[in-house]
């Protein structure tokens, strides 16, 4: 298996725009975590799905942020409209058990 | 290449009893220092978050110290309960961005 795979590594974009965040988690894993990384904040868990299901979206930040597992083998995370403090690297996780991480989308909002 | 451990790997403790975990890294150029807890089937939960320039950092029961320069952090819990039983985890966020984890010790408090 590939890992984790999120898409795009790197995004660029200027407030007030449209960002979506894709990850493929890792086949046959029932979890899915979404995180935010920032260099104050460390790593922050945004939302989780259990079979597809959203579960724990208390760390969800704003009404900006909305996240959707239409399917077992695909998640977006999407923030609209984006702004410069939403500058980070957000991670996908899959899991079974153990927790695997994919690359992480780097995401600077100019 | 950084690497981080923790031990013991697993630890069970009578309810009540203070108790110690220890993480440890090999680079000492880290940025920051993070410690989770990890419940079965859940995300992680970050729990203390200490920069390169603490030396500790305190949350109710949970104080957790930073030894830059050794390459060493240990979670202290007070007064351990039943509801304190989860795996927990430290990581170390290095130059470019780069957040290497430690093994994870699996804590059971025994009412």
């Known amino acids: 298996d590939a890992g984790v795979i999120q898409s795009p590594r790197h995004e660029v974009t200027e407030m007030g725009q449209e960002v979506t965040l894709r990850c493929k988690p890792i086949?046959?894993?029932?979890?899915l975590f979404w995180y935010r990384q920032t260099m104050m904040r460390g790593l922050e868990l945004l939302i989780y799905?259990?079979?597809?299901?959203?579960?724990?979206d208390s760390g969800m930040p704003e009404d900006r942020f909305s996240a959707k597992m239409p399917n077992a083998s695909f998640s977006t995370l999407k923030i609209q409209p984006s702004e410069p403090r939403d500058s980070a690297v957000y991670f996908c996780?899959?899991?079974?058990?153990?927790?695997?991480f994919g690359p992480g989308t780097r995401l600077t909002v100019l | 290449k950084q690497e981080v451990t923790q031990i013991p790997a697993a630890l069970s403790v009578p309810e009540g009893e203070n108790l110690v975990l220890n993480c440890s890294f090999t680079?000492?150029?880290?940025?920051?220092l993070q410690w989770f807890r990890q419940d079965p089937g859940k995300g992680l939960t970050s729990l203390l978050l200490?920069?390169?320039?603490?030396r500790e950092q305190t949350s109710g029961r949970l104080n957790a110290s930073l030894d830059k320069s050794s390459g060493r952090s240990t979670l202290y819990i007070a007064a351990s309960q039943p509801g304190d039983s989860a795996t927990y985890l430290c990581?170390?966020?290095?130059?470019?961005?780069?957040?290497?984890f430690g093994t994870g010790t699996r804590l059971t408090v025994i009412p």
């Open positions: 086949s046959g894993h029932n979890s």
């Open positions: 799905f259990n079979n597809n299901v959203p579960i724990d």
């Open positions: 680079d000492s150029a880290i940025y920051n």
């Open positions: 200490i920069q390169s320039s603490q």
């Open positions: 990581a170390v966020l290095t130059g470019a961005n780069n957040l290497f």
């Open positions: 996780a899959s899991s079974f058990a153990e927790q695997f």
